[in-house]
């Protein structure tokens, strides 16, 4: 499948992990066309995401305080990895953010679960159907998120804090910011705006002229979550506004601690 990139750069800048729903079932033309992204948008081959269409309570769990307590949705949606393949993190992240970005454009809520404290890998796995080699990685909530955001939601992202971003000097290295070209100034922006668990941003950018390559900044495994997921979410926000800008390029998966180069 193409990349819709003016539809999927447009709900860069709209989507926010969504915590709060409305217990009221998704129309079904909306989980026709969710269902279509699933099943069309497959970059990789190693890396789906199915819709789970019944409740996630058997699946979703809270940890200590609130954090990943979601309530009401009426829908998950897997994302499901081969775990022989080396670069399944960032595939996931890759192909997962693309349903996200869908689903936020047809005004819906998600938010990335992930880490086996979060959810219930088994249930969803035998839920969805997974074959040997295959895990679910994580999940994301899907329906109609409450339209404001309720006292207990904003304490859940402790008032806005986990929503902040970095501030791209913090993150980015090489070619001097007055010679980055528009794209690469739109791909960053995208880049900092992706999602990331406990929204720790575990990325540095290297730009050169014609490229920017994804590095993460320790190989550390927090939360039981891969840091080169968060980065593979990332790589596919740069490439969309990339395209949105009118320049393509091609990804190289590379070795730790670089996670990605994307080349026009
Ligand atoms: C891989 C991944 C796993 C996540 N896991 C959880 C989780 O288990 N519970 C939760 O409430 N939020 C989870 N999040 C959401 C992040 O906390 C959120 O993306 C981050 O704080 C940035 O906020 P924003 O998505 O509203 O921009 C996860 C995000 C990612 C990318």
Redesign the pocket.
């Known amino acids: 499948m193409e990349i819709p990139f003016s539809r999927w750069h447009a709900a860069i800048r709209l ?3 969504r ?1 709060r729903y409305d217990s009221i079932p998704l129309d079904p033309s909306q989980l026709g066309q969710l269902q279509e992204v699933c099943t069309r948008f497959r970059p990789y081959p190693e890396a789906r995401a199915e819709i789970i269409p019944e409740s996630p309570d058997r699946v979703l769990r809270g940890v200590a305080g609130s ?2 307590k979601v309530k009401g949705s009426p829908s998950l949606i897997a994302f499901i990895g081969d775990i022989n393949e080396r670069y399944v993190n960032e595939k996931i992240g890759y192909t997962g953010e693309g349903v996200i970005l869908e689903a936020t454009a047809m005004g819906l809520g998600t ?5 086996s404290m ?1 959810f219930r890998r088994g249930r969803a796995e035998s839920i969805v159907g997974t074959s040997k080699n295959e895990r679910v990685f ?1 999940v994301t909530p899907v329906g109609y998120a409450v339209k404001d955001f309720s006292a207990e939601e904003r304490v ?2 402790a008032f806005g804090m ?2 902040r971003r970095k501030p791209l000097s913090e993150m980015v290295y090489g070619l001097a910011k007055k010679e980055w070209p528009d794209w690469i100034k739109a791909a960053l922006e995208a880049a900092r705006l992706a ?5 720790r941003q575990p990325w540095q950018f290297y730009v050169e002229p014609d490229n920017i390559t994804i590095s993460v900044d320790s190989p550390l495994l927090e939360w039981g ?1 891969s840091k080169r ?2 980065c593979g ?1 990332a790589m596919l926000h740069i490439e969309v506004a990339a395209l949105d800008c009118g320049v393509k390029g091609r990804w190289e998966l590379l070795k730790a601690p670089h996670v990605a180069r994307f080349t026009v």
Request: aromatic letters at 16%; hydrophobic letters at 40%; proline letters at 4%.
């Open positions: 989507r926010r992990s915590r954090y990943g938010c990335w679960v992930g880490g979060f994580a859940q992202t986990f929503h999602p990331s668990a406990i929204n979550i997921l968060d979410i």
